[in-house]
């Protein structure tokens, strides 16, 4: 499993890896490759897997909306949290059929309880 946190707001990005870092040693679960970018170039340049990514809305360049719908045109199952400030892009995510749009600041707990449904359904699209 690959998770990417894609954010311009590189002190963001790293307090998110601590959590989800947190997150899989407190489940005492294989802790997956966790990668960071800054651009939603960047991200749609990636190689690998794009099972689960954590994507920012407002950035320069390719905004999240852009990129998360490039994803799920490249991959249907990819797993799509986006996280902002502005609420104003809900309908603009849904479109793509974001799976959780969680509002900054981060709340760990939040991230744990989400993390858990993610991973559930992570595990169901590898078997089916």
Known sequence: M???ICDDDTGFSRQLREILIT???????KL???IIYDSGEELLKDPGSKDIVFLDI?????????AGNELKKQNENTIIFVITSYSQYLDDAM?????????KPLEEQRIFRNMKDALALYNSSIVS
Request: some cysteine; glycine content about 6%; charged content about 25%.
């Open 2 to 4: 690959r998770i990417l």
């Open 23 to 29: 997150f899989f040693r407190e489940n005492s679960l």
């Open 32 to 34: 997956p490759e966790i």
């Open 58 to 66: 407002e950035m320069p360049g390719m905004n999240g909306i852009c």
């Open 95 to 103: 479109r793509f059929h974001v799976f959780r749009y969680l509002s």
